[in-house]
Every structure is written in C-alpha cells, then in structure tokens.
C-alpha cells in the first residue's frame, strides 16, 4: 500500500501554492495525498513568519498529529522554519526542519529519516539562497495561484519577509508561459500571479540567455528587459487561460503603464490589491516604505478614472511605533476619502531582528486593537457600499467547487462573491450573472 502525506499551509497565497507543489512532488515519489484531518504517514505543515501566532498555531497542529498519528513523520518547513529552526526542534514530535534552500528537496530527506531519531533540521543561511524554484496550485481551487517571484531586497523595518524568505528572485517569463500554458491544458480558468514582491519581477537571466543570447551571469536587473510589465502583457495572449489577476502589487511598482494595460486587457481583471501601510507620511518613513501618500492617492486616482468598476484592496498596518491618536486619524480620513472597496487591517505586533522593534514610542497594545476595530469597521462599510453600488448589473462570475454547505461560490471580475446553490454545470465556468 502506498505511504501517504497530509499537507496544512499557513499564511499567505505562495505559501498556499508552494504546498501545493510540495504535495505534488510527494505524490510523484509515490505519496497518496489525504487531508490533514486525517491520518497519514507524513505530515507537512508549511509555517508563516507574518501571523502573529505562528510558534502557537505551529506547536498546536504538531499535538494535533501526535494525538492522532504518534507514529508519523512531521515535517516543518516555511518561513518560521528558515527563522527559528531551533525554536521548531524543541516542539516534542518534529522530526525534520527544512529551510528555504531545502524545502522543495522534501522527498529525498523524508527518506533519510526515521521516527524517533532526534530532530534534523536542514537550513542555511538565508544569504545564500539564490534558486528560483516555480510552484502552482492546481486541483486545488479553480483559482490557480501561480508563483512568479520570491524573496524581497526591501528593508520595510517592521518585516521578516526578506530574512525568511531571501533577495528578490523570479522566473523566467518563458517559464512563467509555459506553466500557464500547462494550466491551460489541465482546465485551469484563472491563474492569480504570486510573489513576495511581485512588481519586481525581474524575468531571471537564464531566460534573456535563451531569447537574447546574453550571458546568463553578467546580467542585472537593470539590463535585464523582461520586467512585470512584459510578463503581463505576454500572459494576456495565452490561449486557454480566461482571467488573470495580480495578488498584491507594491504602489510604487504599480505602473500608469500596468493600470493602463489591465484597463484594456480582456484577461487581465480590474481588482488590485495595493499595500497602504499608513496614511501618515511620517509612518511610512518610519516604516521605510518608498512612497508617500500622495503617491498612492495618485495610483488609486488613475485606477478610479479609467476602470470605475475595479475593486480596490488595502493593507494597512495599525499601531506601528510612534503612530499618535492624530497619525492613526490622519490614515482614518485618508482611507475615508479613498474610492477603495476593502481593507486587510494588521495589528503591528513587534517581530524579532527588525529595526521597527527596536523603536521608543510603543503604542499600548489595547490601542492597537481600537485602531484595528476601527478600521475593520471601516472596511465592512465600504465593502458594503462597494457591493451596492454594483447590484443590477450583468457581470461574469467563475464558479468554483461544491462547498460543504451545499452551495457554490464564485468572483466577478471585478471581484464581488457570489454565493448560490451548487449548479453542477457551472463549476469552473464563467457564467454571466445579474448581481
Ligand atoms: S515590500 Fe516590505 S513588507 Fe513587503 S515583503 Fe518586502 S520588506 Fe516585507
């Protein structure tokens, strides 16, 4: 009988389609996939380094396996675990940590373990991770979240990101092509483009190599041509694939040119998700963020003229150090007055090695989660309006899969969620809907 594995993700959409590489990559070693509910021989859990609670959850789900499966192998790999390795080894039932550099070689370590030896970790040094390695989900969801680019050469002070996850790297654009295309061929409708920092998706110079005849080494970002622009204007002549949407795009890497181009393109949906930070100056230079406000309201402008109907989301971060009552009403009224259509609210909570944790002027935490209900508040509000706004309209909607209710759920292009009854002949089809 074959061995089995249950994979769990925590945090973010590359995650989500990293494990789903993981789990791939276990099923071609012979692996059958179960859900994490049940019980397996190996357990992979894919950790986040952003949630607050990520040692708690990460302890919790490893009981979890024990209680059920004391005899399987657990396997923690993620951004939590290229951080805090030793951490993660004194959690009673780990048997392998695998770091960045070694995540996606799971197959090979999980057969050089046995149960009960003490716990491996296979780590290195973040600076030297450099591959670029392409992961998707697929069968999964029908929305297929595409990894083009990892790592981040930004410093914002209250981030993690860069030391978990290494220098900003991508794929190369005939690569990104050609997994779209498998997509294609396996059924997939929307593929949702991921990455750390996505907007600076440099195509990697082994790609210039093969189009240009340019030598692969040699090559920086600045020669390199092929960047977020010319990936996306290329995506959108993939046949098969009906929609495409950018997961989270950095403002100052948000081209007139981008927004321009989705305005135009049929492929490419009008929904941006656009971290905001704060809406105070001063914060975003304490954050080390490389714009100001202005900026923003610019991109959002632009947006809002050409694509009225797009949907508008927000990161902004609440309770950074040194931000008073006035900095958190100046980024209230900011949002306040921003056509947008929701927001991800974070708390700031402090995160070891980084320059914002070392900062005087700490918001008392209770603050933090006024600051937080507030703009939750605010989020539902415009949310609400946004949604109303749109009701009589005819717009397209991709159906996804049977929920556990019975029912069915799908995005119009512009992002709104449409719930019904489950309709067999509409899952993973694109059906014109009256809101
Ligand atoms: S852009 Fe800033 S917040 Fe985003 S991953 Fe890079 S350092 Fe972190």
Sequence with gaps: MNKTVALHTLGCKLNFS???????LMENAGFEKK???????VYVINTCSVTENADKECRMLVRRIQRKAPEALVVITGCYAQLKPKEIASIPGVDLILGAAEKFNIVAHITDITKGDSTKICSCD??????????????????????????????????TIP??????????????IANAEAIAEQGGKEIVLTGINLGDFTSSPALLQNEKGVAKTKLNKQQAA?????????????????????????????????????????KFMPHFHIPLQSGSDKILGLMKRRYKKELYKERISLINTIMPHACIGVDVIVGFPGETDSDFMETFNFLHQLDIAYLHVFTYSERANTAAADMAAVVPVNIRHERNKILRNLSYQKMQYFTK?????????????????????????????????????????IIEWKI
């Excluded at 859900?35 to 021989?41: M, P, R, T």
């Excluded at 030391?163 to 990104?176: E, F, L, P, Q």
């Design 18 to 24: 990293e494990t789903s590489s993981l789990g791939r």
């Design 35 to 41: 859900n994490f509910d049940d019980v397996a021989d």
């Design 126 to 159: 973040i600076e030297d991770v450099h591959e670029f390695t392409a992961s998707h989900s697929l069968n999964d969801r029908t929305r297929i979240f595409l990894k083009v680019q990892d790592g981040c050469d930004y410093n914002c002070s209250f981030c």
């Design 163 to 176: 030391m978990a996850r290494g220098k900003s790297r991508s794929d190369s654009i005939s690569n990104v």
């Design 226 to 266: 092929g960047n977020f622009f010319s990936l996306i204007t290329k995506l959108d002549k993939v046949e098969g694939i009906e929609r495409f949407r950018i997961s989270s795009i950095e403002p100052n890497l948000l081209t007139n040119e981008i927004i321009e181009f989705v305005s135009k393109s049929k």
């Design 389 to 429: 706004v749109h009701i009589g309209e005819t717009r397209k909607v991709l159906f996804e899969t049977k929920n556990k209710n019975g029912l069915m759920e799908g995005y119009t292009d512009n992002y709104i969620k449409i719930t019904t009854p489950f309709n067999a002949l509409w899952e993973n089809n």
